[in-house]
């Protein structure tokens, strides 16, 4: 049986070292890496990591904003302002994440709760950004 049901598939972040990039979502926010090695050897054009079985954060080098030509005006989108990307955890994920940025000297803003989200109001919620100054939140339902 197939679910036809419509879900986030990937979500494209512009970054000026993919592989310091690839290094910090898998070590600072556990992460897996997916088609690093290819990427390295030149295999692929871009590294991604992976955030569930069905979801990928594609790093795609800044320097490939140029070839951006899918519509008019595509290649100005390269360092385009969103505001955050939200990953939703389990409550001990989200703790686990929380440490491993700040064992990181990983700058996190204060918890926040009850702030509104896909699923209603989450418990907690903190802000960070990665290496490249996206901005994420983290948060967890339960």
């Not at 955030?51 to 140029?66: C, F, G, H, K, R």
Request: with cysteine; net charge negative.
């Amino acid at each position: 049986m197939t679910d036809h049901t419509t879900r986030l598939d990937h979500v494209v972040l512009w970054v000026r070292d993919p592989i310091a990039a690839a290094g910090f979502y898998e070590k600072a926010v556990g992460l897996e890496p997916v088609r690093l090695a290819e990427f390295s050897v030149g295999e692929v054009p871009f590294p991604s990591v992976r955030v569930n079985e069905e979801t990928i954060l594609d790093l795609m080098p800044l320097a490939m904003a140029e070839r951006m030509t899918m519509l008019p005006g595509a290649a100005e989108s390269s360092g385009h302002p969103v505001n955050h990307i939200c990953l939703s955890l389990p409550a001990d994920g989200f703790d686990t994440l929380r440490s491993r940025l700040e064992e990181r000297s990983v700058p996190v803003t204060d918890l926040s709760h009850d702030s509104f989200g896909a699923r209603g109001p989450a418990r907690r919620s903190f802000y960070f950004r990665d290496p490249d100054g996206n901005v994420l939140e983290a948060r967890h339902y339960d």
